[in-house]
């Protein structure tokens, strides 16, 4: 089993819609996950992090906490052109190391 | 905004010769990673930093890996006797004062192995 698994994509919306990324990871004692975007030929910039179960809001982006279903996601409302990238999920598993996921790739339609 | 930064931001060697890449975190953070990702791959964690020492290494991070902080500020990958499969593009990130930090990227060095 993958220690971080993210719905493969890719994943087109319309502009203006809700995009969903989905997140599952191997380990119930995981303790920190991240969602990071990245660029095509671009480092993976953080946009989100979350600790505890819920919701975490950051303008356009919610993230989703579900330690009992071993679940993160991603929501981005109103989505812009300009969020057309590959986002990774990434979880610290035990140790600082981060483990990540292959990432899922949104493509924002005009 | 303090970010991190890399340099160069391409390097191309020989197969057999030795690179070193260089990182300079962010200048409060207290944990130092380097991170690679083969075209088309998943990031992958090479090895973590702290308190002048290696603190966690993945498999990868064998013998032909190493790293230092030479000073303050710098932070470098060494790798010894490249071989074509180290092709990649190689991260550095820092992170700041807790253990499950938020770790922060720099631009990436490519480095291509001929």
């Known amino acids: 089993q993958k220690e971080v698994e993210q719905n493969s994509g890719p994943l087109s919306v319309p502009e203006g819609a809700i995009a969903s990324l989905n997140c599952t990871y191997s380990d119930r004692v995981s303790q920190s996950f991240f969602w990071y975007r990245q660029y095509s030929g671009k480092s993976p910039e953080l946009i989100m992090s979350?600790?505890?179960?819920g919701d975490k809001e950051d303008g356009r982006f919610t993230a989703q906490l579900n330690k009992a279903s071993q679940y993160v996601s991603l929501l981005i409302r109103d989505s812009q052109p300009s969020d057309s990238a590959t986002y990774l999920c990434?979880?610290?598993?035990?140790?600082?190391?981060?483990?990540f996921g292959a990432g899922t790739t949104v493509t924002v339609r005009a | 905004e303090p970010e991190v930064t890399q340099t160069p931001s391409h390097q191309v060697t020989q197969m057999g010769q030795e690179v070193i890449l260089r990182c300079v975190p962010i200048s409060n953070h207290l944990y130092f990673y380097w991170y690679r990702q083969i075209l088309g791959q998943k990031v992958e964690f090479l090895v973590s930093f702290y308190n002048n020492e290696i603190s966690e290494k993945s498999e990868i991070f064998d013998d032909q890996f190493s790293v230092e902080r030479p000073d303050g500020s710098n932070f470098t990958l060494k790798i010894r006797s490249t071989k074509l499969e180290d092709s990649a593009m190689y991260f550095c990130a820092s992170g700041g004062q807790g253990y499950y930090n938020e770790q922060f990227f720099g631009p990436g060095t490519r480095l291509t192995v001929l």
């Open positions: 979350i600790y505890s179960n």
């Open positions: 990434a979880v610290n598993i035990r140790t600082v190391k981060l483990s």
